[in-house]
């Protein structure tokens, strides 16, 4: 028996009408670094985004479902091309910057990009990079920066404001079907080709509205929120959807990332929420402390991106700014869990403050399980750790195989029956709190239990001899994988492999089949360019047995 | 293009899953009248629903999308059936209980109920039913009440908690269509036969989102909810799924739903969040003048189902209560609009409370438009008055035509297009503030524009001389209909038409073509059970000549 409730598809159409007319004075500024930043009305955002459509649909040609990408900062242009692409049928592709230009054109190539919207100050960037991409026909410059890198390209520049400017600024949006293709964004993944996500209108939809819980993030039209999390990472966490659902006034940095001048917007723009990734809070941290500013206005900053440090959480807190932790990931929209301490714990206690380190419980939407190394279903004990996996109408299911291709659905990443395979290992508390303490492909896999690597190593470097220690699994007849021991001592350090084993067997945390049996000390771990261990290049040294190891035990 | 996301459908067995395990320590407080209110966790309220799916289905056979009635009060075990009624595939039907009976019997015989869940509190108004509800094979009755009464009923009584007892306190939940089914209501129209409105496992998930919204209303674990709306009057508002979906607890009535019971349960259970409709909250001001108690937790007050007078609001900001206008009806789910003060306006200001009056804006996923009385579309300008027709995905789109039958989608009730004509007539300020003005039915459609007959009415009563005055539309051949006045003069009064009439074309409000020609002075207008002027006599009173009407101009 079907229900007698009308059948209307969840649009981001919907999403821009709405903000344009019922939240029509709430504003996008963008800072622009001079004494004004910019602003406009969310009003002005909905006519813009209507004739950028009739731009792109009758000047350049963009009909059905194409691709059209963004190279840009996050800004007021991009927030009219964020509703505009998938409102007209289209499919919103934004580039990360930040890639490896031989990766940007791949994922260019492999969407088929035909128009990029690209901000003037990244022309440099994107200028040596247009002979390699094949598909790009029209490249539409927005703001200031240098035109001329692009003379003698062989594709046609055309100016954002020329090309919109006269269009109709109202556009009947298509009832499209709620499940078509919204926007994309490439994971770039470590090993093998960037992976594309694609995100539905109703993925858009859902996530927006799951944002704007009161017990989400749950921001109103009184709030502004300082949009650090670039347009490019996962749509800005949701934001620019987000905020345009319920008039939520944005704060946009464009290219002005650094320390000094987000603390001058903070502080000249007074935003009541702000979301980025660790490193700038960091950043903007040390600025603080070297020059301090009134940042009061911050009620809430959502973390997310990688693990927020207590040390940062607890500064924040006396700076008056609270951290909210939230977890999630390109696959994920990226709002899989977030760490609002349950009703009843005290605000200010140790007990709350464990609770905001997690990476937090899942909202309505999202369904979490725990599966072990044989591949059971792991209870939520706060101590049996597993493989995360997620299921929800906002989680992917498979990935972008080309305009012609099937999706992707490798069995590492996606479970037999849909389930996204995170990558993250952790354990879940009886009051489902997350708690991620390794990438599954870190964690050792020993005779059908799991070794936690960075425990290991936790446990390793609070001892008062060791600089770094670096645990990777290596193969083992006996047990499939043994964790390896990588240690560089401290200058003067009479450590030796027995003393330190013992003292991770005196630390009663390591049980006694987790330790170590293979031992080498190294000058220094090898780093990723960002400064992470590169525990590929150990693994690799260990098979090609560059490694001088010491068997115990 | 499709997008790569899961397709995972929104269903409430989705809701119950998330708030028996995420939030499994919320509760469900039910009063009893007695010193102890009686307390219900989450996850026992999980595992219990669990217990009466396993009932429902094997010991009562229900199967398919069948209809399971409740006739009850709120109260814990009609959470349970809330949710395992719908998670099993079946149709919640809840039944009005202050409807004349042979309504009532109507209903259950349209829907063809087999199953009624009823409390025994209320087997004194289900037991003389009985014989006429010719579907009804089993009752199962909850809580304290005469069970003998149901004594010689052709139908199977069975005791709920014995039914339940010893069942799986898991069920694994059918993956449903989305669209199907969940729930339904019987509109209580006072013409014609009630009209169904079914719900949806998607408009039900959809609503809970948006009443979970901040921008809505917005609450989260730390609150508590008392919810003295009826289950039985559109799904509590939707607040028994909403509530679930994010851990708020719920404080729950019972049958006591007078005065002073309501503020024992306030002082002493401490809610921070309460719904109900106006009559219920002049009621409660009057006990707390007579009888002061401690209602300072009440943070948020959401006051629907018919417009909140302005004294009422005034008096609850002194009692530190504040007022959330809402407006819908079954049809909407109900949320349709919500009175939220746009962003800047300052609290407690005379342009707060006039924006606090009104009905307030449509949420996201509601959208609204007005239409004249030539079907025209009118202007969001805060003057043109027209139909609000309304659209979106928690609102109705047809009625329910029996379980044979077709849908019912009458053309005064449905656009061609769609939209739910409410049959509410108002303005929409250029803000999107939404201000009712009339019922479509009470509006005078004159030459094709529209009279109000409460503004007519309220200029009237604005008169020292005049104790009432209700205005009616009565057929004219030059304009199609044109206002009657009704009078009631006070006693010893010497005003007449003519010093009435220039009364009114003096106030500057009433244009001149809007003035009455056609007059009549009655010793009281007459009025429905409730208290309302009874438009339907006037009308037929005027029809069948039996008015001494008096024309003038």
Partial sequence: MLSTMQDVPLLISRILTHGSTIHGTSQVTTWTGEDEPHRRSFAEIGARAAQLAHALKDDL????????????WNNAEHVEAYFAIPSMGAVLHTLNLRLP?????????????????ANGSL???????????????HVVVTGPG????????????????????????????????????????YTSGTTGDPKGVVYSHRSVYLHSMQVNMAQSMGLTDEDTSLVVVPQFHVNAWGLPHATFMTGVNMLMPDRFLQPAPLAAMIESERPTHAAAVPTIWQGLLAELTANPRDVSSLGQVTIGGSACPPSLMEAFDKLGMRVCHAWGMTETSPLGTIARPPAGVAAGTEEEFAYRLTQGRFPA??????????????????????????RGPWIAGAYYNGPDGESLRPADKFSEDGWLKTGDVGTISADGYLTLTDRAKDVIKSGGEWISSVELENALMSHPDVAEAAVVAVPDDK?????????????GSTATFETLRAFLAGEGKIAKWQLPERWTIVEAVPKTSVGKFDKKVLRRQYAQGELDITALG
Wanted: aromatic share 4%; hydrophobic share 40%; with cysteine.
């Fill in 61 to 72: 040609g963009v009909t059905g479902d194409e691709r059209v990408a963004t190279l840009a």
């Fill in 101 to 117: 230009p031989e990766q940007l054109a791949w994922i260019v190539n492999h969407a088929a990009d035909r128009v990029i919207i």
């Fill in 123 to 137: 022309l440099p960037l994107l200028a040596p990079l247009l002979p390699h991409l094949k598909p790009v026909e």
């Fill in 146 to 185: 240098d035109r001329s890198l692009l003379d003698g390209a062989d594709v046609r520049v055309h100016e954002y404001e020329d090309l919109i400017a006269g269009k109709p600024t109202s556009y009947d949006w298509p009832e499209l079907d709620e499940r078509q293709a919204a926007a994309m964004c």
């Fill in 365 to 390: 939407g999202v369904e979490g399980r725990l599966t072990g190394p044989g591949g059971e279903r792991l209870p939520w004990d706060g101590e049996s750790a597993g493989e995360l996996e997620v």
């Fill in 479 to 491: 047990w499939g994988e043994r964790p390896l021991a990588t240690v560089v001592l401290k200058e």
